[in-house]
């Protein structure tokens, strides 16, 4: 019997551990389970604070996205507001007043110095050099001796020629003498007819005698034209002789030497013939330059030059126009000019490029930057700005270029405004803030070596 003490729902779980055999089995109190009841409220407090939580979420979330909203709004309006105001402001653009350029503009252009002289010597006899006393660099005198060449075929020659006219002048003596005997011989022939009665001497005698007196005569004269002639060879071949000595033609110096000891020199000046020197004077030079059409009506006699060689940093040497080609080149459309330049120092070698200036006289044209220049389809445009900031699109002519600044010929009036560097979307009419630009046109035009034609 079991104690009183013991507890009945105690004894599943003490049967549960003492079953010796097979998995431990769990008893379940049903009968207690049936009893017992779920509760599904709570407490009046609990609630409350669940609604208030919720609501403070939810007024958080509105918070939170009506401030997004608004932000992106301010953003979006302040955006839209400087988009506008960026459309309707003004652009800011550099102007320059057009002036008139100089009456006298420094035209520079590229010249070629060429000496005073210069020359190519070639043998005028065929033989072997067998001697040379100038060489390249040497400053020699006119008809000064350069190099001897030996010619023995044309002593020879020479030598010929000077028996031959022996041989003719004693034909001439024997002819002299044949025309006397026969001049004799007819005057006495004639003398004696006259003292005979006619009759006596015939006709046929009288004639013999005389055509023996001019066969003489003729004979005498062909004589005579026989030493001409062979004094017009010995004359030739002397005169040949004495090219055999080459000289200088005139005062210069040696600038070439193309034969030395030895060589075999063959007269004439083709081109399979080499020449012996090339000799040039050039203490005073000239120099040739090729000045643009527009500026070729200025190019006179006299017209002051200045020569500028880069050889020679800082000097100018001093010129004028001694003569032009009074003509344009077809090809080139420029007037092909002459500079005479003293050059007693000879600094200015043959060969020289150098540059040459013109002070050019022309009537004055309106100069702007070339910056302000626009290059649209219907050609060079320049953009004037009136002095209420409004564009207007000019059409110019371009009279010459000068690199930094143009000269415009047509399109532009003195005092304009024009706009630099003006970008593309700048139309007809639209409005500009101008400034003045720190480097207007200038009042004398730069030096330049290219000029444009106003066909540009």
Request: glycine share 4%; hydrophobic share 35%; no cysteine.
């Amino acid at each position: 019997m079991p104690s009183p003490d013991s507890n009945p729902r105690q004894q599943p779980e003490e049967q549960s551990k003492s079953t010796p055999h097979g998995p431990p089995s769990i008893l379940v109190d049903v009968s207690h389970q049936e009893h017992q009841k779920v509760t599904t409220s709570f407490a009046p407090p609990t609630g409350k604070k669940l609604a208030i939580g919720a609501i403070l979420v939810v007024v958080i979330m509105s918070g939170a996205f009506f401030f997004v909203q608004y932000r992106r709004s301010r953003r979006d309006s302040e955006l839209q507001a400087d988009t506008t105001a960026a459309n309707h402001a003004s652009v800011v653009v550099d102007v320059a007043t057009v002036k008139y350029g100089p009456e006298t503009q420094t035209l520079t252009q590229p010249g070629h110095v060429h000496a005073w002289y210069e020359t190519t010597i070639y043998a005028r006899v065929s033989g072997y050099l067998s001697n040379w006393s100038s060489d390249i660099g040497d400053h020699v005198t006119k008809d000064q001796s350069l190099a001897t060449i030996a010619t023995p075929e044309l002593d020879d020659q020479l030598m010929a020629a000077q028996a031959k006219l022996k041989v003719s002048e004693s034909n001439v003596a024997v002819a002299q003498t044949a025309t006397a005997f026969a001049q004799t011989t007819y005057n006495r022939y004639w003398t004696s007819v006259k003292n005979e009665p006619p009759g006596v001497v015939s006709e046929q005698e009288k004639d013999e005698k005389k055509a023996e007196l001019d066969s003489s005569t003729a004979k005498l004269e062909a004589a005579k034209a026989q030493v001409t002639l062979d004094e017009a060879d010995v004359k030739s071949l002397t005169e040949l002789s004495d090219f055999k000595e080459v000289r200088a033609p005139f005062a210069g110096v040696i600038t070439a030497r193309r034969i030395d000891l030895g060589d075999l020199v063959t007269a004439g000046s083709t081109a399979s013939t080499t020449s012996l020197y090339s000799i040039a004077q050039y203490d005073k030079v000239r120099v040739f330059v090729d000045v643009p059409q527009d500026a070729s009506i200025a190019m006179t006699v006299n017209t002051p030059a200045e020569i500028i060689a880069s050889e020679y940093p800082g000097r100018k040497f001093q010129g004028k126009v001694e003569r032009t080609a009074s003509a344009i080149d077809q090809t080139s459309k420029e007037l092909h000019v002459e500079v005479d330049v003293p050059n007693s120092d000879f600094a200015l070698l043959p060969g020289m490029d150098v540059n040459v200036n013109f002070a050019v006289k022309k009537p004055p044209l309106l100069q702007v930057p070339a910056s302000a220049l626009i290059f649209r389809s219907n050609g060079p445009q320049i953009a004037v700005v009136d002095k209420n900031g409004q564009v207007s699109i000019h059409s110019v002519t371009i009279g010459s270029d000068h690199g930094d600044f143009v000269e415009i010929a047509s399109g532009l009036s003195p005092n304009d405004r024009v706009a630099l560097n003006l970008s593309n979307q700048v139309a007809e009419g639209d409005h500009v803030t101008a400034i003045n630009s720190d480097a207007p046109a200038p009042s004398t035009m730069p030096s330049t070596t290219v000029t444009a034609s106003a066909a540009q």
